[in-house]
């Protein structure tokens, strides 16, 4: 999809990826939502970035999400790009798994992102097609020590985009699932954890260099574009993706 002249939803817009994707579309020429629970900075970024319109919500709330949809709908008339962004980290042992921490990342990371499709498929449908764009991790394609609460989480997510695309595709609406490395953003400081942390190793650390924010943004609209099924933030992942070994 061309997204000039389009309009899009970005969940998680007041920092890190979703700030860069959202910064991303309206230079290319789309009208963007700006999405999280961060009413004053959605507004003042805003007043910055041209056609776009803060929306606050908060993305655990069924309820919420629902009235967020509407409002971007009533305020742009249609929707045709929604990037389901927003999003937070829960380190844990399995064995330690707090379950109501557990349910909470499964209402933001999972549920809703389903919702919001939910939502917007209709308008879409209505309108003769759309794109959809679920931001998964690279964790969901690995097994790391702690990181089974995030990482299944994101990987549900990665089949549920992968089937929706199958049910979708005779609508043309693209559904397409992203999966980007350790970008420099907040999420190491904002993932909740329960399991001790030194501060020195909350600065993101992996085999690779860390992305920018702005790389992964690319990767995002790269995916709208192509409508491709799975956007890999590099090419090493998709080995991965098979259950081989980093190269
Ligand atoms: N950074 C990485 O290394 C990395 C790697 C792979 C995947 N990801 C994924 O990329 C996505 C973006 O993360 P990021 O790296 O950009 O992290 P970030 O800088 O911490 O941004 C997270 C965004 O999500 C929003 N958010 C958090 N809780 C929310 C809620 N309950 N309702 C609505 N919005 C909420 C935050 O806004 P408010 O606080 O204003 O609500 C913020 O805009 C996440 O889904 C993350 O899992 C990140």
Redesign the pocket.
């Known amino acids: 999809m061309d997204v000039k002249d389009k309009t899009a939803i970005v969940?998680?817009?007041?920092?890190?990826?979703?700030?860069s994707t959202a910064r991303l579309l309206s230079k290319m020429g789309a009208k963007v939502a700006l999405?999280?629970?961060?009413k004053e900075?959605?507004e003042k970024l805003s007043s910055e970035i041209p056609n776009s319109i803060a929306v606050q919500?908060?993305?655990?709330?069924v309820f919420e999400v629902k009235r967020m949809v509407k409002e971007v709908n009533d305020r742009f008339g249609k929707i045709d790009i929604l990037v389901n962004?927003?999003?937070?980290?829960y380190d844990a042992l399995a064995e330690k798994i707090d379950v109501d921490t557990f349910h909470y990342i499964f209402d933001?990371?999972l549920v809703?992102p389903l919702a919001a499709m939910q939502q917007v498929i209709p308008h879409m449908r209505k309108q003769g097609g759309g794109a959809i764009i679920n931001?998964?991790?690279?964790?969901a394609l690995m097994t790391l020590p702690n990181n089974a609460p995030?990482a299944s989480i994101?990987r549900a997510l990665a089949v549920l985009t992968l089937t929706a695309r199958e049910e979708l595709k005779n609508d043309n609406i693209t559904v397409s699932v992203v999966?980007?490395?350790?970008?420099?953003?907040?999420?190491?400081?904002?993932t909740i954890r329960d399991v001790p942390v030194p501060e020195s190793e909350l600065e993101?650390h992996g085999p690779f260099p860390?992305d920018s924010?702005d790389y992964?943004a690319q990767k995002i609209v790269e995916g709208i574009e192509s409508g491709e099924a799975e956007i890999f933030a590099h090419d090493w992942l998709k080995n991965r993706a098979r259950g081989n070994p980093p190269q």
Do not use: H
């Not at 999405?35 to 961060?38: F, I, Y």
């Open positions: 969940t998680g817009a007041s920092s890190g990826i979703g700030l999405v999280s629970r961060s900075k959605l919500a908060d993305m655990s709330r962004n927003a999003g937070i980290g933001l990371d809703g931001i998964s991790s690279a964790v995030y994101k999966y980007p490395y350790i970008t420099l953003t907040d999420f190491e400081r904002n993101p860390p924010a992964a």
